[in-house]
């Protein structure tokens, strides 16, 4: 059998980390994932909330260093977690993450390209010299 899941998404809301007995930190996420498709000449947006569950030492860094609307790709296992509630059962998918890498954020990432390119945009140079190495 073969169990595994890649997601890139972002945070819906601030990591929660706990500590089980034994003292091994575990947080949570929820990731909104959105996938876009076309509907005739429309393109539209489909997200789904996953949750996602890490362990160990990584569970401590993503509490420390993530928030609210921090892009991030996790990649782990499917897990069903089952249940009861005032005598019904109930069941939730969620992802046990192997690891957990940190995005950058769009603004942060076009302001860096920015910073390289000397200018307040963007945009590359109109002009590109032998010197340059791209």
């Known amino acids: 059998m073969f169990n595994r899941v890649i997601l890139i998404g972002n ?5 929660e980390v706990r500590y089980t007995q ?22 539209k947006d489909d997200t789904l909330f996953i949750d996602s569950v890490v362990f160990g030492r990584q569970a401590e860094t993503c509490g420390q260093y993530l928030s609210k609307g921090s892009p991030v790709l996790v990649e782990g296992r499917l897990r069903e977690r089952r249940w009861e509630q005032e005598g019904v059962q109930k069941s939730k998918m969620e992802v046990v993450a192997n690891s ?27 002009e590109i010299t032998d010197v340059e190495p791209f």
């Open 11 to 15: 945070l819906t809301k601030d990591p």
């Open 100 to 126: 957990v890498r940190f995005m950058p954020r769009k603004d942060a990432a076009r302001s860096s390209q920015a910073e390289s390119f000397g200018t307040s945009e963007s945009a590359p140079p109109d």
């Open 22 to 43: 034994g003292g091994t930190p575990v947080t949570t996420m929820r990731l909104a994932v959105t996938s876009k498709y076309k509907q005739g000449d429309e393109t």
